[in-house]
């Protein structure tokens, strides 16, 4: 397996000090969490999305775990402005708030709580199962490019994470990137449903759901491979990467830094794990492999 | 990513049980017994459905057996169902309660419910049971069968007169080798009190009860401050070191994540 040497680096205007992130939606819905997670070996965090208003998301089920995936539907629930407080004690760690809003405004009010708080921000324009929210917003290339310019705007490092369930995910890229986006994180979960065949209702409370874990890294592989060829900005991987040598896959797509989710649930030192054995003192630059595999 | 602990089911989709039959326990409580029945180990949990309401963290008080107290939607849609109606299960997940051999068990309110199966387990030398009052005292009569029981009410219809707590001064703590707590939380943080106060605190453990979405430890939740450790996987069972001068007994957090004191 490739090996890459271990240096901080800086993705997206965001300095990390490693390639690994925890990705969205995962044990960040507390600053405490999140710290345990940045001590456990990731490279940075991302937290919980945080939007406008409080909401307690969806009634449960909210996750069930499959074979080779989760499927969740949480709802996109978080403290709104509260969650500011949580994070107090992380002030120059490599942390990156997700946030959403209904529309450019409440994008740029929420970002606005983070000013000078957080690393950068990232947008969720790609949560699949709340309505109004997420990829309601993230399918539609001019909402897309009017969000990422609210936030952006104010000069802060800007992700924008999107939806793979579109048809061309290159244009919604290309919309961020024209929004002033300074990455592009790909992808979110894939939408999908399971139905209890002893309860002869689909096992999710809020019904659909989003697929996460293994069984979608080939998709986010294909989507990272694809916008890499549509957009000058650097790619952060995301999608059912759980080894080592799936982050150097996601590498030679076309990703410049990865989030880990899902694979937290098989074990929470994932971090620790993937560090040790991706990084070598002899090992190639990350820049000799990102796009490799085009061409 | 296949399940590395719990009861047989196809991947992690719900386990569909019917419930065959409802015992009253106290005027507030009930216990649901369901078919088929769901391996263990004492102090582990359950996600309830209910189907089209919620789910819900709950303690399994047999291998077929929950024992509820209406405090919300899901409990209280629980509370109107009947036997041949069906559930949804997940689980079982956690920890759990560490063995002992001379184990102390307190129990407040439905509290006692996970400590019935360890009471079972043949492995507590005594076990302290509270309750507001002589009506609302769970399981009596079952853990009377099995263990040493000494009562406290708060109303002194039945036993010592006072809370739980007031029952361990008259006890030689160093006898046992674990102290197993469930309870309302501020009964819990009293019980630590106790224990740190004899320097005991490493020989309990406490079951914690907070909000929960996934229950599998990736949502994060249920993170307890300010170990970030998640209550549904690292937990739900904690030694007592491990939460003074933690959250425990001060605040938890609601479903959107905002902090409300105890």
Redesign the interface.
């Not at chain 1, 409080?54 to 998301?57: A, F, L, R, S």
């Not at chain 1, 009634?59 to 989760?70: I, K, Q």
């Not at chain 1, 209890?196 to 309860?199: A, F, P, Q």
């Given at each position: 397996m490739v090996s890459i040497r271990p240096e901080p680096v800086t993705v997206g205007g965001v300095p990390l000090s490693n390639h690994i992130l925890l990705a969205a939606?995962?044990?960040?819905?507390?600053g405490?969490?999140?710290?345990?997670?940045l001590n456990m070996g990731a490279g940075g965090v991302v937290t919980?999305s945080i939007g406008p208003l409080?909401?307690?998301?969806h009634?449960?089920?909210?996750?069930?775990?499959?074979?080779?995936?989760?499927l969740?539907a949480?709802g996109l629930?978080?403290?709104?402005m509260?969650?500011v407080d949580e994070i107090t004690t992380l002030a120059k760690k490599p942390v990156v708030a997700s946030i959403f809003g209904g529309d450019p405004e409440e994008f740029a009010t929420v970002a606005g709580w983070f000013s000078g708080k957080v690393a950068g921000i990232e947008l969720n324009l790609s949560c699949p199962h709340a309505e109004g929210y997420g990829a309601a917003i993230g399918s539609d290339p001019a909402l897309v490019k009017a969000c990422t310019e609210a936030v952006s705007r104010s000069g802060v490092p800007t992700w924008v994470k999107l939806t793979p369930n579109v048809t061309d995910i290159t244009a919604i890229g290309k919309a961020a990137e024209a929004g002033g986006a300074s990455a592009i994180v790909a992808i979110n979960t894939v939408r999908a449903m399971?139905i209890?065949?002893?309860?002869r209702?689909p096992?999710l409370?809020n019904r659909y759901g989003g697929l996460s874990?293994?069984a979608i890294f080939p998709i986010a592989v294909r989507c990272v491979y694809e916008l890499y060829e549509a957009v000058d900005i650097p790619i952060i991987g995301c999608g059912g990467i759980a080894t080592a040598d799936n982050i150097v896959e996601m590498m030679m797509a076309g990703a410049s830094a990865v989030e880990i989710?899902?694979a937290?649930?098989?074990n929470?030192n994932v971090f620790e794990i993937i560090r040790k054995e991706l990084y070598a003192k002899d090992g190639v630059r990350h820049e000799e492999i990102v796009g490799c595999a085009h061409g | 990513?296949?399940?590395?602990w719990g009861a047989p089911m196809a991947?992690?989709?719900?386990?569909?049980v019917t419930i065959t039959r409802i015992k009253k326990e106290t005027p507030n409580i009930r216990t649901f017994f369901f078919e088929p029945p769901i391996t263990f180990n004492p102090g582990q949990f359950v996600?309830v459905?209910v189907?089209?309401?919620?789910?819900?963290p709950m303690a399994l008080s047999s291998v077929n057996s929950i024992t509820v107290q209406v405090v919300g939607?899901a409990t209280a849609a629980l509370a109107g169902m009947f036997p041949g109606d069906?559930l949804?299960i997940?689980g079982p997940y956690g920890n759990g309660f560490t063995k002992g051999e001379k184990v102390l068990a307190i129990a407040g309110g439905v509290g006692a419910a996970p400590l019935l199966s360890l009471a079972k387990a043949d492995c507590v030398m005594t076990l302290l049971l509270g309750a507001r009052t002589e009506t609302e005292l769970l399981f009596l009569d079952q853990l009377d069968e099995c263990t040493d029981v000494l009562i406290a009410t708060d109303d002194g219809t039945m036993g010592l007169h006072g809370f739980v707590t007031s029952l361990m001064d008259d006890l030689n703590l160093a006898t046992y080798d674990r102290i197993a707590v469930c309870g309302p939380e501020i009964m819990m943080r009293a019980v630590l009190a106790k224990v740190a106060e004899k320097g005991l605190a490493h020989k309990s453990e406490f079951s914690l009860h907070r909000y929960m979405?996934?229950?599998?430890?990736?949502?994060?939740?249920c993170?307890?401050?300010?170990?970030?450790?998640?209550v549904c996987?690292d937990g739900p069972v904690f030694p007592g070191d491990l939460l003074q001068k933690s959250e425990f007994g001060h605040y938890m957090?609601?479903?959107?994540?905002?902090?409300k004191n105890l």
């Open positions: 939606g995962i044990l960040g819905t507390t405490a969490s999140l710290s345990r997670m919980k409080p909401k307690d998301g009634s449960g089920p909210c996750l069930v775990v499959l074979e080779d995936g989760l969740n949480m629930p978080n403290p709104s509260e969650f399971r209890s065949t002893g309860l209702r096992v409370g874990g293994s989710g899902s937290v649930y098989d929470v | 990513m296949r399940r590395s991947d992690g989709i719900p386990l569909t996600m459905w189907p089209g309401v919620d789910e819900i939607d069906r949804g997940r979405k996934c229950g599998v430890g990736v949502c994060g939740s993170c307890i401050d300010p170990s970030g450790l998640r996987r957090r609601d479903a959107s994540g905002r902090k």
